[in-house]
Protein backbone atom coordinates (compact mmCIF):
# COMPACT_ATOMS: atom_id res chain seq x y z
CA UNK A 1 0.00 0.00 0.00
CA UNK A 2 1.26 3.27 -0.94
CA UNK A 3 1.61 5.33 2.10
CA UNK A 4 -0.19 8.92 0.00
CA UNK A 5 -2.98 6.54 -0.65
CA UNK A 6 -3.08 5.81 3.37
CA UNK A 7 -3.93 8.97 4.41
CA UNK A 8 -5.17 10.83 1.08
CA UNK A 9 -8.50 10.81 -0.67
CA UNK A 10 -8.89 10.86 -4.39
CA UNK A 11 -11.10 14.17 -4.20
CA UNK A 12 -11.66 17.01 -2.06
CA UNK A 13 -14.54 17.07 0.38
CA UNK A 14 -16.86 19.73 -0.51
CA UNK A 15 -15.46 22.76 1.04
CA UNK A 16 -19.52 23.61 2.21
CA UNK A 17 -19.20 20.06 4.26
CA UNK A 18 -16.19 21.27 6.08
CA UNK A 19 -17.63 24.29 7.00
CA UNK A 20 -20.64 22.74 7.76
CA UNK A 21 -18.42 20.32 10.17
CA UNK A 22 -16.43 23.39 11.58
CA UNK A 23 -20.23 25.52 12.35
CA UNK A 24 -21.34 22.31 13.99
CA UNK A 25 -18.80 21.72 16.56
CA UNK A 26 -18.21 25.72 17.45
CA UNK A 27 -21.58 25.66 18.12
CA UNK A 28 -21.82 22.29 19.90
CA UNK A 29 -18.80 23.64 22.05
CA UNK A 30 -20.47 27.29 23.43
CA UNK A 31 -24.60 25.60 23.86
CA UNK A 32 -23.43 22.60 25.62
CA UNK A 33 -20.69 25.03 27.79
CA UNK A 34 -23.82 27.31 28.39
CA UNK A 35 -25.94 24.36 29.54
CA UNK A 36 -23.56 22.56 31.62
CA UNK A 37 -21.14 24.36 33.51
CA UNK A 38 -18.42 22.66 34.43
CA UNK A 39 -15.84 20.61 32.15
CA UNK A 40 -14.59 21.66 29.03
CA UNK A 41 -17.62 20.45 26.85
CA UNK A 42 -14.87 17.69 24.86
CA UNK A 43 -18.14 15.12 24.12
CA UNK A 44 -20.04 17.52 22.64
CA UNK A 45 -17.86 18.83 20.23
CA UNK A 46 -16.51 15.13 18.97
CA UNK A 47 -19.94 13.77 18.85
CA UNK A 48 -21.03 17.15 16.16
CA UNK A 49 -17.79 16.67 14.19
CA UNK A 50 -18.36 12.87 13.35
CA UNK A 51 -22.13 13.43 13.16
CA UNK A 52 -21.86 15.83 10.17
CA UNK A 53 -21.44 12.99 7.08
CA UNK A 54 -22.36 13.77 3.45
CA UNK A 55 -25.77 12.45 4.28
CA UNK A 56 -28.32 13.22 6.18
CA UNK A 57 -29.27 9.35 6.40
CA UNK A 58 -25.40 8.55 7.41
CA UNK A 59 -26.03 11.42 10.01
CA UNK A 60 -28.65 10.50 11.58
CA UNK A 61 -26.70 6.44 11.53
CA UNK A 62 -23.62 8.40 13.23
CA UNK A 63 -25.63 10.50 16.09
CA UNK A 64 -27.31 7.38 16.98
CA UNK A 65 -24.07 5.18 16.81
CA UNK A 66 -21.89 8.13 18.79
CA UNK A 67 -25.36 8.41 21.67
CA UNK A 68 -25.37 4.71 22.01
CA UNK A 69 -21.44 4.28 22.07
CA UNK A 70 -21.23 7.17 24.98
CA UNK A 71 -23.94 5.95 26.71
CA UNK A 72 -22.49 2.31 27.14
CA UNK A 73 -18.88 3.13 27.88
CA UNK A 74 -19.64 5.87 30.24
CA UNK A 75 -21.85 3.44 31.90
CA UNK A 76 -18.55 0.85 31.86
CA UNK A 77 -16.21 3.82 33.51
CA UNK A 78 -18.54 4.56 35.81
CA UNK A 79 -18.85 0.54 37.36
CA UNK A 80 -15.68 -0.26 37.26
CA UNK A 81 -14.66 3.14 39.18
CA UNK A 82 -16.95 2.20 41.85
CA UNK A 83 -15.89 -1.31 42.28
CA UNK A 84 -12.09 -1.20 41.91
CA UNK A 85 -11.52 2.27 42.69
CA UNK A 86 -9.45 5.20 41.18
CA UNK A 87 -6.25 3.19 39.75
CA UNK A 88 -4.88 3.74 36.50
CA UNK A 89 -4.91 0.24 34.98
CA UNK A 90 -8.46 0.35 35.01
CA UNK A 91 -8.28 2.61 32.47
CA UNK A 92 -6.89 -0.51 30.70
CA UNK A 93 -9.42 -2.89 32.00
CA UNK A 94 -11.97 -0.20 31.05
CA UNK A 95 -11.21 -0.74 27.67
CA UNK A 96 -11.00 -4.77 27.94
CA UNK A 97 -14.80 -4.19 28.95
CA UNK A 98 -16.30 -1.95 26.72
CA UNK A 99 -14.69 -4.03 23.75
CA UNK A 100 -16.14 -7.49 24.87
CA UNK A 101 -19.45 -5.77 25.79
CA UNK A 102 -19.32 -4.71 22.16
CA UNK A 103 -18.48 -7.76 21.01
CA UNK A 104 -20.87 -9.74 22.97
CA UNK A 105 -23.70 -7.54 21.93
CA UNK A 106 -22.39 -7.74 18.18
CA UNK A 107 -22.27 -3.71 17.47
CA UNK A 108 -20.79 -2.34 15.15
CA UNK A 109 -16.88 -1.50 14.62
CA UNK A 110 -17.69 2.03 15.25
CA UNK A 111 -20.21 1.31 17.97
CA UNK A 112 -17.66 -0.76 19.45
CA UNK A 113 -14.81 1.51 19.32
CA UNK A 114 -16.89 3.97 20.65
CA UNK A 115 -17.67 2.49 23.99
CA UNK A 116 -13.81 1.95 24.69
CA UNK A 117 -12.97 5.56 23.92
CA UNK A 118 -16.45 6.93 25.88
CA UNK A 119 -15.01 5.01 29.24
CA UNK A 120 -11.44 5.78 28.70
CA UNK A 121 -12.02 9.40 28.55
CA UNK A 122 -14.50 9.52 31.67
CA UNK A 123 -11.88 7.98 33.32
CA UNK A 124 -8.89 10.05 32.21
CA UNK A 125 -10.21 12.87 32.10
CA UNK A 126 -12.32 13.77 35.25
CA UNK A 127 -14.13 12.35 37.87
CA UNK A 128 -15.91 8.62 37.32
CA UNK A 129 -19.28 10.08 39.94
CA UNK A 130 -22.75 9.49 38.36
CA UNK A 131 -23.34 12.86 38.55
CA UNK A 132 -20.45 13.64 36.05
CA UNK A 133 -21.17 10.67 33.66
CA UNK A 134 -24.84 12.40 33.52
CA UNK A 135 -23.39 15.13 32.23
CA UNK A 136 -20.97 13.36 29.92
CA UNK A 137 -24.21 11.78 28.49
CA UNK A 138 -26.80 14.90 27.93
CA UNK A 139 -23.55 16.64 26.36
CA UNK A 140 -22.93 14.30 23.92
CA UNK A 141 -26.56 14.20 22.98
CA UNK A 142 -27.08 17.58 22.53
CA UNK A 143 -23.61 17.87 20.31
CA UNK A 144 -25.11 14.91 18.21
CA UNK A 145 -28.46 16.51 18.01
CA UNK A 146 -26.78 19.99 17.05
CA UNK A 147 -24.76 18.05 14.20
CA UNK A 148 -27.97 16.25 13.06
CA UNK A 149 -29.85 19.62 12.54
CA UNK A 150 -27.24 22.03 11.09
CA UNK A 151 -26.48 18.91 8.26
CA UNK A 152 -30.14 19.33 7.63
CA UNK A 153 -30.37 23.01 8.03
CA UNK A 154 -28.33 23.82 5.37
CA UNK A 155 -28.33 22.61 1.98
CA UNK A 156 -28.11 19.01 3.12
CA UNK A 157 -26.01 17.63 0.48
CA UNK A 158 -27.49 15.55 -2.79
CA UNK A 159 -25.57 13.62 -4.93
CA UNK A 160 -27.44 13.18 -8.04
CA UNK A 161 -25.14 14.97 -10.15
CA UNK A 162 -22.43 12.60 -9.87
CA UNK A 163 -24.68 9.41 -10.39
CA UNK A 164 -26.07 11.22 -13.84
CA UNK A 165 -22.34 12.08 -14.69
CA UNK A 166 -20.96 8.37 -13.79
CA UNK A 167 -23.97 7.06 -15.67
CA UNK A 168 -23.32 8.83 -19.08
CA UNK A 169 -20.08 8.24 -19.20
CA UNK A 170 -20.76 4.38 -18.66
CA UNK A 171 -23.63 4.90 -21.48
CA UNK A 172 -21.55 6.89 -24.11
CA UNK A 173 -18.48 4.05 -23.79
CA UNK A 174 -21.04 1.27 -23.54
CA UNK A 175 -22.41 2.99 -27.25
CA UNK A 176 -18.19 2.95 -28.54
CA UNK A 177 -17.87 -0.48 -27.84
CA UNK A 178 -21.25 -1.79 -29.91
CA UNK A 179 -19.08 1.07 -32.86
CA UNK A 180 -16.04 -0.45 -32.54
CA UNK A 181 -17.34 -4.48 -32.03
CA UNK A 182 -19.62 -3.10 -35.83
CA UNK A 183 -16.75 -1.64 -37.28
CA UNK A 184 -14.15 -4.78 -36.55
CA UNK A 185 -17.10 -8.08 -37.65
CA UNK A 186 -16.47 -6.55 -41.97
CA UNK A 187 -13.01 -6.85 -42.37
CA UNK A 188 -10.14 -8.66 -41.00
CA UNK A 189 -8.40 -8.24 -37.78
CA UNK A 190 -4.64 -9.39 -36.28
CA UNK A 191 -3.94 -10.72 -32.97
CA UNK A 192 -2.97 -7.66 -31.29
CA UNK A 193 -6.40 -5.77 -32.59
CA UNK A 194 -8.52 -8.73 -31.42
CA UNK A 195 -6.70 -8.43 -28.10
CA UNK A 196 -7.46 -4.75 -27.78
CA UNK A 197 -10.87 -4.68 -28.36
CA UNK A 198 -11.55 -7.33 -25.70
CA UNK A 199 -9.64 -5.22 -23.56
CA UNK A 200 -11.80 -2.34 -24.47
CA UNK A 201 -14.95 -4.18 -24.02
CA UNK A 202 -13.73 -5.48 -20.34
CA UNK A 203 -13.03 -2.10 -19.16
CA UNK A 204 -17.05 -1.61 -19.51
CA UNK A 205 -17.57 -3.74 -16.33
CA UNK A 206 -15.70 -1.51 -13.68
CA UNK A 207 -17.00 1.30 -14.88
CA UNK A 208 -20.76 -0.40 -14.70
CA UNK A 209 -19.30 -0.40 -10.45
CA UNK A 210 -18.75 2.53 -10.44
CA UNK A 211 -21.84 3.70 -11.75
CA UNK A 212 -23.55 1.35 -9.37
CA UNK A 213 -21.84 2.66 -6.48
CA UNK A 214 -22.43 6.75 -7.17
CA UNK A 215 -26.28 5.85 -7.42
CA UNK A 216 -26.98 4.00 -4.29
CA UNK A 217 -24.72 6.87 -2.52
CA UNK A 218 -27.58 9.18 -4.92
CA UNK A 219 -30.47 7.00 -3.41
CA UNK A 220 -28.70 7.36 0.36
CA UNK A 221 -28.27 11.07 -0.01
CA UNK A 222 -31.81 11.66 -0.75
CA UNK A 223 -32.95 9.42 2.26
CA UNK A 224 -34.68 11.92 5.26
CA UNK A 225 -33.49 14.76 2.94
CA UNK A 226 -35.70 17.72 3.05
CA UNK A 227 -34.54 18.69 -0.95
CA UNK A 228 -35.07 14.62 -1.96
CA UNK A 229 -38.50 16.01 -3.94
CA UNK A 230 -37.01 18.11 -6.48
CA UNK A 231 -34.32 15.49 -7.45
CA UNK A 232 -36.41 12.41 -6.76
CA UNK A 233 -38.17 11.99 -10.10
CA UNK A 234 -34.23 12.39 -11.53
CA UNK A 235 -33.11 9.92 -9.59
CA UNK A 236 -35.77 7.21 -10.67
CA UNK A 237 -35.29 8.05 -14.10
CA UNK A 238 -31.87 7.50 -13.64
CA UNK A 239 -31.84 3.89 -11.78
CA UNK A 240 -34.17 3.15 -15.00
CA UNK A 241 -31.46 4.22 -17.29
CA UNK A 242 -28.86 1.98 -15.28
CA UNK A 243 -31.57 -0.97 -15.26
CA UNK A 244 -31.88 -1.01 -19.11
CA UNK A 245 -27.67 -0.20 -19.87
CA UNK A 246 -26.45 -3.30 -16.79
CA UNK A 247 -27.54 -6.21 -19.55
CA UNK A 248 -26.19 -4.48 -22.39
CA UNK A 249 -22.84 -4.53 -20.69
CA UNK A 250 -22.97 -8.05 -20.19
CA UNK A 251 -23.70 -8.69 -23.76
CA UNK A 252 -21.58 -7.12 -25.66
CA UNK A 253 -18.18 -8.32 -23.15
CA UNK A 254 -19.95 -11.56 -24.39
CA UNK A 255 -20.55 -10.91 -27.71
CA UNK A 256 -16.72 -9.38 -28.06
CA UNK A 257 -15.66 -12.23 -26.14
CA UNK A 258 -17.45 -14.45 -28.53
CA UNK A 259 -15.83 -12.79 -31.78
CA UNK A 260 -12.39 -12.60 -30.07
CA UNK A 261 -12.69 -16.99 -29.74
CA UNK A 262 -14.16 -17.86 -33.08
CA UNK A 263 -12.63 -15.33 -35.09
CA UNK A 264 -11.81 -16.36 -38.56
CA UNK A 265 -10.61 -14.47 -42.08
CA UNK A 266 -13.67 -15.34 -43.30
CA UNK A 267 -16.18 -13.71 -41.31
CA UNK A 268 -15.42 -10.64 -43.44
CA UNK A 269 -17.05 -12.12 -46.23
CA UNK A 270 -20.32 -13.94 -44.25
CA UNK A 271 -23.34 -11.51 -45.40
CA UNK A 272 -25.01 -12.02 -42.15
CA UNK A 273 -21.83 -10.65 -40.05
CA UNK A 274 -22.57 -7.74 -42.05
CA UNK A 275 -25.66 -7.47 -41.14
CA UNK A 276 -25.01 -8.27 -37.55
CA UNK A 277 -22.90 -5.00 -37.91
CA UNK A 278 -25.35 -2.34 -38.91
CA UNK A 279 -27.60 -3.97 -36.52
CA UNK A 280 -24.38 -3.33 -33.49
CA UNK A 281 -23.95 0.49 -35.06
CA UNK A 282 -28.17 0.91 -34.48
CA UNK A 283 -28.11 -0.16 -31.12
CA UNK A 284 -25.28 1.80 -30.28
CA UNK A 285 -27.11 4.90 -31.67
CA UNK A 286 -29.98 4.15 -29.58
CA UNK A 287 -27.59 3.77 -26.45
CA UNK A 288 -26.61 7.38 -27.22
CA UNK A 289 -30.01 8.59 -27.49
CA UNK A 290 -31.08 6.91 -24.33
CA UNK A 291 -28.23 9.11 -22.35
CA UNK A 292 -29.02 12.18 -24.10
CA UNK A 293 -32.76 11.89 -22.74
CA UNK A 294 -31.92 11.40 -18.92
CA UNK A 295 -31.36 14.41 -18.17
CA UNK A 296 -30.17 17.90 -18.96
CA UNK A 297 -26.23 17.32 -17.47
CA UNK A 298 -26.19 15.66 -21.16
CA UNK A 299 -24.38 16.84 -23.61
CA UNK A 300 -26.55 16.44 -26.83
CA UNK A 301 -24.81 14.57 -29.94
CA UNK A 302 -25.17 16.21 -32.98
CA UNK A 303 -24.60 12.94 -34.67
CA UNK A 304 -27.18 11.05 -33.05
CA UNK A 305 -30.76 11.08 -34.03
CA UNK A 306 -33.84 11.70 -31.88
CA UNK A 307 -35.43 8.70 -33.54
CA UNK A 308 -34.58 5.47 -32.50
CA UNK A 309 -32.57 3.42 -34.89
CA UNK A 310 -33.61 -0.11 -34.14
CA UNK A 311 -36.65 -1.47 -35.47
CA UNK A 312 -37.47 -5.40 -35.32
CA UNK A 313 -35.08 -7.76 -34.21
CA UNK A 314 -33.06 -9.06 -37.13
CA UNK A 315 -33.71 -12.58 -38.28
CA UNK A 316 -31.60 -14.44 -40.61
CA UNK A 317 -31.85 -17.70 -42.16
CA UNK A 318 -29.00 -20.23 -40.99
CA UNK A 319 -26.03 -20.03 -41.91
CA UNK A 320 -24.84 -21.98 -44.61
CA UNK A 321 -21.13 -21.38 -43.81
CA UNK A 322 -18.95 -22.61 -41.09
CA UNK A 323 -19.45 -19.54 -38.84
CA UNK A 324 -22.81 -20.72 -37.48
CA UNK A 325 -21.41 -20.98 -34.11
CA UNK A 326 -20.01 -17.04 -33.85
CA UNK A 327 -23.36 -15.92 -35.72
CA UNK A 328 -25.61 -18.07 -32.89
CA UNK A 329 -24.16 -16.43 -30.30
CA UNK A 330 -24.16 -12.75 -31.62
CA UNK A 331 -27.82 -13.12 -32.78
CA UNK A 332 -28.81 -13.77 -29.39
CA UNK A 333 -27.25 -11.50 -27.48
CA UNK A 334 -28.42 -9.08 -30.52
CA UNK A 335 -31.48 -10.18 -29.29
CA UNK A 336 -31.45 -9.42 -26.00
CA UNK A 337 -29.65 -5.99 -26.51
CA UNK A 338 -32.60 -5.06 -29.05
CA UNK A 339 -35.30 -6.09 -26.15
CA UNK A 340 -33.43 -3.98 -23.57
CA UNK A 341 -33.15 -1.02 -25.40
CA UNK A 342 -36.94 -0.95 -27.10
CA UNK A 343 -38.01 -1.77 -23.15
CA UNK A 344 -39.48 -5.49 -24.22
CA UNK A 345 -37.96 -7.15 -21.61
Known sequence: ????????????????????????????????????????????????????????????????????????????????????????????????????????????????????????????????SPDYALDRVIETLIGAAIGFVINVAIVPPVLTAPARRDIGML?????????????????????????????QARLLRPMKDAAEASLVAAEESLSLNPRRGRHRDDLTEQRALFDRLSPVVTQVIGMTRAYNDHYEDSLADDPTVHAIAEQLRRAGHDVRLAVQASGPATEPDAMTSVIPALTAPLVVRPPASDHWILVGSLMEDLRRIHGELRDET
Not at 9 to 15: D, G, I, T
Not at 187 to 198: A, D, F, K, S
Open 1 to 128: MRFPAAIRSARRAPLLQVLKSAAATIAAWLIAGWLIPGPLPVFAAIAALLVVQPSVNQSLSKALERSIGVIAGVVVAVLLSLLLGAQSWVVLAAVLVALLIAWALRASPGTGNQVAISAVLVLALGSS
Open 171 to 199: GRELAASLDRLAEALPVTRTGPQLQELML
